[in-house]
């Protein structure tokens, strides 16, 4: 099998992975709606996710599509709890607006 | 490999999402997304010129192009949209294009978990939150929503940060890579004819498998979970205990009852004034 093609393949998944990596965090840093951060790193998820599974396809190796389990397992925890929180915010002040909490600034 | 054309296109593609950005009066989104799209396409012709003759096994090449596009420009608007529940519904756009990548790498038990975890659960749930976190808004179809919604924090600096990471992301990803022989995993033919001939008797009631089934005829989802259970049982059991600790941790968060004086808004102020 051809390395150099191979590894220009991967290269492609790499950009698509680390594009949408790249994006979750300039909107993580970007938006000011607490839902919307959170939903910015489901998106970080996404590009981590799609570079575990490129590089599994490309070492001919499982355990990267096992890892992704694991990652889903996070992201879901993560999930509930961050939504939790945020309810809780919520129901002390009606906003999600982050700069509304700027308070708890160190 | 031309990291030039790539610092070039890093730069492109952070103007375009500057250009898309929320912001107060007149932004320049539809241009932003041309200018990114383009950048994008450019980035892509210009690689394309690089890969070796494909022997016409294109196909899965162009279903790359097609799931990148879906999934780049979805995600654009995840963080662009100014009312978040659209922006939860272009996130399932990217989950349902990411699991198209997953079939295209031919990772079928995956791609099919993202569409039922996280489309099917994790965003519904953000959907949920979003509907019972969402300042009234009586008529949500002209541009009334939240000033937190419709102008973005620090759009420059933030974007700044992330295209000087994707250009530094793109360098290392073509670089030409050799395939480590060590992370080559022991999953393939050897152990895996040898997990396959070590099944309990009663697990395979259509009689012991042939030794030296080929490792190519066993499915994704058989591979992926020998490698889960025969090579991550302690990961496997703590993730268990998390996803435990989350849900009690959850319940008990929410309902933690609130203290009165600690309510303080604008609008409480106002009602106390009255």
């Not at chain 1, 150099?4 to 950009?15: K, Q, V």
């Not at chain 2, 450019?42 to 294109?58: R, S, V």
Request: hydrophobic residues 55%; neutral net charge.
């Amino acid at each position: 099998m051809n390395s150099s093609a191979d590894s220009l393949i991967l290269g492609h998944f790499l950009l698509t992975s680390s594009v949408l990596f790249v994006l979750g965090l300039v909107g993580f840093l970007m938006r000011r709606n607490l839902i919307i951060m959170f939903l910015c790193t489901e998106l970080m998820f996404q590009g981590v996710v799609l570079a575990l599974v490129a590089f599994a396809r490309f070492h001919h190796n499982d355990t990267g599509q096992t890892f992704v389990i694991f990652v889903l397992t996070i992201a879901a925890a993560e999930a509930a709890l961050a939504l939790a929180l945020v309810m809780l915010l919520y129901r002390r002040k009606p906003t999600l607006d982050t700069s509304a909490w700027s308070q708890m600034k160190g | 490999m031309m990291p030039y054309g790539l610092y070039i296109a890093s730069v492109l593609a952070a103007l375009a999402l500057y250009m898309t950005a929320p912001r107060r009066g007149y932004s320049p989104a539809r241009l932003g997304m041309l200018l990114g799209a383009m950048t994008l396409g450019g980035l892509w012709i210009a690689l394309a010129k690089h890969l070796p003759d494909l022997a016409g096994q294109w196909t899965p090449l162009v279903y790359y192009y097609l799931f990148s596009v879906i999934a780049i420009g979805s995600a654009v608007r995840v963080i662009t949209h100014r009312r978040p529940v659209l922006s939860a519904l272009w996130f399932v756009l990217v989950v349902l294009a990411t699991a198209g990548l997953f079939v295209v790498l031919s990772a079928t038990f995956v791609a099919f978990a993202m569409v039922i975890i996280y489309a099917g659960a994790i965003v519904v749930t953000y959907v949920f939150v979003i509907m019972l976190a969402s300042p009234a808004a009586p008529d949500a179809v002209g541009d009334d929503s939240p000033t937190y919604d419709r102008a973005a924090r620090e759009p420059a600096a933030a974007i700044a940060v992330g295209f000087l990471m994707l250009a530094v992301l793109l360098t290392v990803a073509f670089e030409p890579l050799v395939a480590n022989p060590r992370a080559a995993g022991p999953s393939d033919q050897r152990v895996l004819s040898r997990d396959l001939t070590q099944r309990p008797p009663e697990l395979t009631p259509e009689g012991p498998p042939e030794v030296g089934k080929q490792a190519a005829s066993v499915d994704n989802i058989e591979r992926v979970g020998l490698d889960l259970f025969r090579g991550h049982p302690l990961g496997l059991e703590l993730a268990g205990v998390i996803l435990t600790v989350s849900l009690i941790g959850a319940v008990v968060l929410v309902r933690r009852p609130i203290a009165p004086e600690a309510a303080e808004s604008p609008r409480d102020t106002d009602v106390r004034d009255e």
